[in-house]
C-alpha cells in the first residue's frame, strides 16, 4: 500500500509563488516517476511537471521557466516538490501529485507499474 499526501497549496497574488510538495509512502516499492498535474472543473487533468527516477524532466510549455520541480528520498519515503513562481490566475486549479510505481516481489519480480495518485490540493491565483 503506497500513500500520497500533498501540500502547500493555498491563495497567492499573481506574480507570487507557492511550494507543493507530496511525500509517497508505504512498504517496498519503487519509483518510475512522480509528478504534478492540475485539474480546473469542466477541463481535463493536464500534467505539469514530471520527473523520472533517472533524473529526467518534462514539464508542460505554459509553466517552463516559472515551474522546478525536485525530487527527494528519505526513510522510506519519497518526496517530490513543486516551486511555483511568477504565478498567473490561470495556474488556478486544483493539483494532484502523481507517482508511477512497481512493487517487488520475490516470486514475480516487479509488480506494475501502477498510477498513484494524491488527492488533491487547491491552488488560487487571485489579487
Known amino acids: 500500500q503506497v500513500q500520497l499526501v500533498e501540500s502547500g497549496g493555498g491563495l497567492a497574488q499573481p506574480g507570487g509563488s507557492l511550494r507543493l510538495s507530496c511525500a509517497a509512502s508505504?512498504?517496498?516499492?519503487?519509483?518510475?516517476?512522480m509528478g504534478w498535474y492540475r485539474q480546473v472543473p469542466g477541463k481535463e487533468r493536464e500534467l505539469v511537471a514530471t520527473i523520472s527516477s533517472g533524473g529526467t524532466i518534462n514539464y508542460t510549455d505554459s509553466v517552463k521557466g516559472r515551474f522546478a520541480i525536485s525530487r527527494d528520498t528519505a526513510k522510506n519515503t519519497e518526496y517530490v516538490y513543486l516551486q511555483m513562481n511568477s504565478l498567473k490566475p490561470e495556474d488556478t486549479a486544483v493539483y494532484h501529485c502523481?507517482?508511477?510505481?512497481?512493487?517487488?516481489?520475490?516470486?514475480?519480480?516487479?509488480?506494475?507499474?501502477?498510477?498513484?495518485w494524491g488527492t488533491g490540493t487547491q491552488v488560487t491565483i487571485s489579487s
Open positions: 508505504g512498504s517496498n516499492f519503487k519509483i518510475k516517476a
Open positions: 502523481h507517482a508511477r510505481i512497481t512493487l517487488p516481489t520475490m516470486a514475480f519480480g516487479d509488480l506494475g507499474p501502477d498510477d498513484y
